[in-house]
């Protein structure tokens, strides 16, 4: 391949190649059949995890994308990842990506059968400030159902979080 100029060598990391163009490694990945794919996904997560530890940073999107590519799909990684990269896309004033990681961790909560009925709550609130944030007005059913379930498991804390969230900008 890099005789064949495809790949290049990274200049000052040995053993380490880069594609000459995107279009090369999107037909690379396109013919890997759906085993050497997700083994793939799976390595790749694993050396972000390596290299990034505890701080993955602004890779956050690369590791929920990466586990949720896995076979079969590390749950709790996935999910893990999708909340933290929801959670930085809020933060980075991003609502768009926000919303597409929350609903990513939304569905994975669901696939996971996890019980944390908090988890869920945070990941609804998220996703419906976010909503609130690009103008869906699906945010208000969002955060409304977010505070029902916050009511009727007695946190006081995340229902007036869901409310003030439905209500911010808004004077009338």
């Known amino acids: 391949a890099a005789a064949m100029s495809l790949v290049r060598e990274l200049a000052d990391t040995p053993g380490h190649y880069t594609f000459a163009h995107a279009h ?12 050497r794919r997700a083994r793939a996904h799976r390595r790749v997560a694993e050396a972000l995890e390596d290299l990034y530890g505890h701080r993955p940073g602004s890779r956050l999107g690369e590791l929920a994308r990466h586990w949720l590519a896995t076979q079969p799909v590390d749950l709790a990684k996935a999910l893990n990842y999708s909340r933290l990269a ?3 896309a809020l933060e980075a004033l991003a609502p768009g990506d ?17 019980t944390d009925p908090v988890l869920g709550i ?10 609130r944030q690009t103008g869906d007005p699906a945010y208000r059913q969002t955060l409304l159902d977010a505070a029902r379930r916050a009511a009727d498991l007695g946190d006081t804390g995340r229902l007036v979080t ?11």
Do not use: E, K, P, V
């Open 24 to 35: 090369i490694q999107h037909t690379l990945y396109a013919d890997l059949g759906l085993t």
């Open 86 to 88: 929801a959670d930085a």
């Open 98 to 114: 926000a919303i597409h990681y929350y609903a990513q961790a939304l569905d994975l909560y669901t696939q996971s059968g996890n």
């Open 122 to 131: 945070d990941l609804a609130i998220g996703l419906g400030t976010s909503q």
């Open 162 to 172: 869901a409310a003030l969230a439905n209500n911010r900008g808004i004077f009338s």
